[in-house]
Each structure stands twice: as structure tokens, then as C-alpha cells.
């Protein structure tokens, strides 16, 4: 399988971690070896590029795609890895349909019979840990259960309060969890399985306070691990497991069996 570094240029390790983790996705690295990429999409010809030639050619064209963007200083400061992989699914109508999802929102009046279905598609799940070592499991339980809003007023009744729960209706080829809490940390497995269908984990975005770096691996399960941190790639035994603390971002492949 195919693993390299990439070279830093003014701060651009978050666009080498989010680079890194987008290129574990096996449909992904299977689209740029099969040559399959969309020539008229400008970002993933410069993605397909950067796989081709192992990071040798196309980082300069994609900083210029990315820079395009007031949020996005590519090669000319530090950025952030997240909004870097959202901006991808933006623009490449691939990655966004293996990682979009659907979702309702559900809002019932505790007054009247009153009932607001809301439905949204989302390319990533946002957890929340509520302590140290939350696990990921209970932090989407936390985020799906049904809780209480006292100061919403009903449209029909006039009344006050409302209970509200978000469901997931669709489950992604490859599903993302974004970390949004910056003092505690989710305790996270190599396999997740929510709602009976399994995941596998192959990519965890991290950030120290000012640098971006990647664990990841090539699937399926059973392969080494690797951390890339820019230019730097370690390998890991298969047993290994990236726990670390710092963690921003998850990625997991679903796992059809």
C-alpha cells in the first residue's frame, strides 16, 4: 500500500493531515490508482497528483485551489485540519457522497400535539465528551438522547417549552466524528458499531496546540499503522492502537459484511 510524507511549507502540517487521513480511504487511493479521478474538478486532479507521484508534484497547484478561500491560508500560515477535510467534501462531489449522511432534527411541544420534523444531511457527526475519557459509543448517545428546551415557545399553542432529538436516518460509507471540546478527550475503539452496523477505524486527526499530524492506516483491518507527521511517516505493528489525547478528528470505513 501506498504510504509517504509530504513536505511542510510555511505551516501547511494541517494540510498534510488532512491530506494523509483523506488518502486512506480505500475507494479514494482505488479512484486515483484506477485513474478514475474527474479532470475537470481542479482540487482532486491536484489530489490525484499528489497520490500519483508520492507527494513530488501538486502541492503547489493545491495550495493555490485552497487559498482561494479567505479561511484557508494554504502555504502561508497554519490552518485548521477539520475545515480543511469539510472544504474537500465541498468541492469533490466524490468524498462528499462516501462521507454524507442523513439526519432529522425533532422538536415536540410538551403543551399541544404540535410536531416540527427538520430533515439535514451532514458530512460529519460533532461529539461532545462530557468527561475524561468519554467513550465515543456514549457520546453519540448523549447527542442523539431527547432533552429538554424550557424557553422554546411553540408557533401553535403560544406555550413554552419543547422536548428535542436529533436522529440519524443514513449511515455513510465513511463516517467522521469531529471532537469539538478542547479540554477533555473521547476514548475511542479500532471497531465501532452503531446501530448494528460495524465501522473500522483508519484515520485519527490530531492537533498539539500548533502543529497537525495523522495516524492512519490503509485498510482492510489487520495492517500496520502509521503516524504522519509531515515529511516524518513511523510505522506501527498492526496490534498497535493510536490512543492519543489530542485528537480532533475520527475516521472510520464501514465495513460491509
Not at 422554546?152 to 417549552?161: A, I
Amino acid at each position: 500500500m501506498t504510504t509517504f510524507g509530504l513536505r511542510n511549507k510555511n505551516g501547511s502540517c494541517w494540510i498534510n493531515a488532512a491530506l494523509q487521513s483523506v488518502f486512506r480511504i480505500p475507494d479514494i487511493q482505488k479512484r486515483f490508482d484506477d485513474g478514475d479521478e474527474d479532470n475537470n474538478n481542479t482540487i482532486e486532479t491536484c489530489l490525484s497528483e499528489i497520490w500519483a507521484t508520492r507527494g513530488e508534484e501538486g502541492l503547489k497547484a493545491f495550495y493555490d485551489c485552497v487559498r482561494v478561500s479567505p479561511d484557508m491560508p494554504a502555504g502561508e500560515g497554519i490552518g485548521d485540519s477539520h475545515e480543511l477535510i469539510q472544504f474537500l467534501c465541498d468541492k469533490v462531489p466524490f468524498l462528499d457522497k462516501l462521507t454524507r449522511f442523513k439526519v432529522a432534527n425533532i422538536i415536540q411541544c410538551e403543551n399541544c400535539e404540535y410536531r416540527d420534523i427538520r430533515p439535514d444531511t451532514l458530512n460529519e457527526f460533532s461529539i461532545t465528551p462530557s468527561g475524561p475519557k468519554q467513550t465515543v459509543s456514549d457520546a453519540i448517545a448523549d447527542t442523539v438522547k431527547i432533552h429538554r428546551i424550557p424557553d422554546w415557545t411553540c408557533e401553535k399553542c403560544k406555550k413554552k417549552g419543547c422536548k428535542k432529538q436529533l436522529l440519524l436516518s443514513e449511515f455513510p460509507q465513511v463516517m467522521m466524528f469531529h471532537q469539538t471540546s478542547i479540554g477533555t478527550s473521547a476514548s475511542y475503539t479500532p471497531v465501532l458499531i452503531i446501530n448494528k452496523i460495524k465501522y473500522a477505524l483508519f484515520g485519527v486527526v490530531c492537533f498539539t496546540g500548533g502543529h497537525w499530524f495523522t495516524w492512519g492506516r490503509n485498510l482492510p483491518p489487520g495492517t500496520n499503522w502509521y503516524k504522519f507527521d509531515d515529511e516524518r511517516v513511523q510505522s506501527y505493528t498492526s496490534n498497535f492502537m493510536p490512543q492519543d489525547e489530542r485528537m480532533r478528528l475520527l475516521m472510520y470505513y464501514r465495513i460491509n459484511e
